[in-house]
């Protein structure tokens, strides 16, 4: 079976061209990466290329050795994915200590692997972990909403996780183990991996301040679900903080209480403190 006809990537290329049109990839912004199953690597063998040489991920992922990915790549527009699949995007595998990497498939006019590597690696080891390896999908999208929201809301998980679910009914059930934020640090390298793959241990959702945001799912829908309301509640947060600093009535720590007994789910109070 040919890689660009097979299920994983069709779903991989349409969640990119999905992002493309909410606006979330401006130029070379964001990237996407896919954990695949041994099957669908199995299915697609014979046009993967196991003779080049490997490269140094520039972190140690060792739970993922041997393990297939297919990534966006450095430089690479989510805008071409679509109409250009084989130059924007390649299949890589690890090695059997997870340090490195090699190129099996794409980025057939050259290049790399996304600059965020170490990020989407650290956060796939972790939810392998945490998720007994449900969650094969990660998401880095510059999301104008959240970001702008990252220059006047205080940068703690509590803030962010209890305005936003304020701001639609659904959040809450969407992510009820809230949303993470960490500080600006220098995008690209393992520090700013080992602080996302830390809360990612946690959280499926975590916000990059002043650049955007990280998710994690079990599959393209969800993923790029999450994605979407996150962004669309802070959306709404942003024309009502436009509009007014204050709001006349919202959703109270009590009703979510109630919401969580209807909808099966658990709220942690951490998040449902009385303002002040
Ligand atoms: O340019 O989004 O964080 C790709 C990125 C880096
Ligand atoms: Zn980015």
């Not at 003779?51 to 393990?67: C, F, M, N, Y």
């Not at 995007?89 to 690890?94: H, P, R, V």
């Not at 392998?128 to 970001?147: D, F, P, Q, S």
């Not at 183990?177 to 959702?205: C, F, H, N, Q």
Request: proline fraction near 4%; glycine fraction near 8%; include cysteine.
């Amino acid at each position: 079976m040919k890689v660009l006809e097979t299920e994983f990537a069709r779903g991989f290329i349409r969640m990119a061209n999905d992002g493309w049109e909410q606006g979330w990839h401006e130029r070379n912004g964001g990237n996407l990466s896919y954990r695949m199953k041994k099957e669908e690597a199995e299915a697609v063998i014979e046009e993967l290329d196991q003779t080049r040489s490997w490269q140094e991920i520039g972190t140690s992922v060792p739970k993922l050795a041997g393990e297939y990915f297919l990534v966006t790549g450095s430089g690479k527009f989510f805008r071409n994915v679509k109409d250009r699949p084989e130059d924007s995007l390649c299949i890589i595998q690890l090695d059997e200590q997870g340090e490195k990497y090699r190129i099996c498939w794409g980025l057939v006019n050259g290049g790399r692997p996304t600059s965020e590597l170490p990020s989407h690696l650290m956060n796939h080891e972790v939810k392998l972990e945490v998720t007994g390896g449900k969650h094969r999908v990660i998401y880095h999208a510059h999301t104008t909403n959240v970001i702008a929201l990252t220059f006047v809301l205080p940068l703690k998980d509590e803030v962010f996780t209890r305005e936003l679910w304020e701001m639609a009914t659904e959040c809450p059930v969407v992510f009820p183990d809230g949303i993470s934020v960490v500080g600006w640090m220098v995008p690209g390298g393992r520090e700013i991996a080992v602080a996302t793959s830390e809360l990612m241990k946690k959280y499926d959702v975590a916000i990059w301040a002043h650049h955007g945001m990280f998710c994690s799912g079990e599959d393209f829908d969800q993923t790029f679900g999450l994605m979407h309301t996150v962004e669309k509640s802070a959306e709404i947060l942003v024309k009502t903080l436009s509009m007014r600093p204050d709001k006349l009535q919202t959703i109270t720590p009590q009703s979510f209480r109630d919401l969580a007994v209807d909808f099966h789910v658990e709220l942690p109070e951490r998040f449902l403190y009385e303002k002040k």
